[in-house]
């Protein structure tokens, strides 16, 4: 079967730094998508990988390593206006998108 | 440029009662999806269109139905609501090109739907 794995729920405190893990197993690999979703809000992009690698965008960065079915979003110089849940997804090898849980990440002062 | 609009916002069914949700947008955007989110779940795909009279199944695809007649529109049906089906709705599209889907998804505001 196919399966992103997420941690549930992550704490950081406003200026830090927080690392959120996504491990993935799924049925072929075209790329993997972090999105931001604040609470009762859609989705929004943040970053595609697919190739192995950092990718930096402003505070936000995202790694991914294929042989190990692993990729992680870095964000820096937290703010308050960063607690949401942060979605991992694969696109498998018909090009769907298979989605993680999300990771909700609450900042505090 | 409005996006992706779906209507209506919030939405409270009885038991068999039919609905559709609506979603149109103004991208010119040939990909569209719907999802369904439910506590502590990923994003699960019911249907999706690769262009105006195309459509096909996603996961989770039992109780809905889709069509696409033209490019900005894309409307969900639920014909008879049960209480499984209660969710937060997503409608969004992506520009793809060769088959290959990996563009970006952007997607509407959601849908939150009760079935009681």
């Known amino acids: 079967g196919q399966n992103i794995d997420q941690p549930t729920e992550m704490t950081a405190t406003e200026g830090a730094i927080v690392q959120i893990n996504c491990t993935y197993q799924?049925?072929?690999?075209?790329?993997l998508f972090w999105y931001q979703q604040h609470a009762g809000e859609a989705p929004t992009f943040l970053s595609y990988?697919?190739l192995d690698g950092l990718e930096e965008k402003g505070r936000f960065s995202s790694f991914l390593s294929r042989s190990k079915g692993y990729s992680y979003l870095l964000l820096k110089e937290l703010q308050m206006k960063d607690s949401a849940s942060y979605l991992c997804?694969?696109?498998?090898?018909?090009?769907?998108?298979?989605w993680g849980a999300g990771t909700k990440l609450i900042i505090k002062p | 440029n409005a996006g992706v609009t779906q209507t209506p916002k919030f939405r409270i069914l009885k038991i068999g009662q039919s609905m559709t949700l609506q979603c149109t947008q103004d991208?010119?955007?040939?990909?569209m999806y719907w999802y369904r989110q439910d506590p502590g779940m990923g994003l699960k795909l019911i249907y999706y269109?690769?262009?105006?009279?195309?459509?096909d199944k996603g996961e989770v695809p039992n109780g809905y139905n889709v069509s696409r007649s033209t490019t900005e529109d894309f409307p969900l049906r639920l014909e008879l609501a049960a209480p499984s089906q209660t969710s937060v709705y997503f409608c969004?599209?992506?520009?793809?090109?060769?088959?290959?889907?990996?563009?970006?998804?952007?997607f509407g505001p959601g849908t939150r739907l009760t079935v009681l």
């Open positions: 799924t049925s072929g690999f075209n790329g």
């Open positions: 997804a694969v696109l498998d090898s018909n090009y769907q998108l298979i």
């Open positions: 991208m010119n955007h040939n990909y």
């Open positions: 969004a599209s992506s520009y793809s090109t060769g088959g290959t889907n990996t563009d970006t998804q952007y």
């Open positions: 269109s690769v262009g105006a009279g195309i459509t």
């Open positions: 990988n697919v």
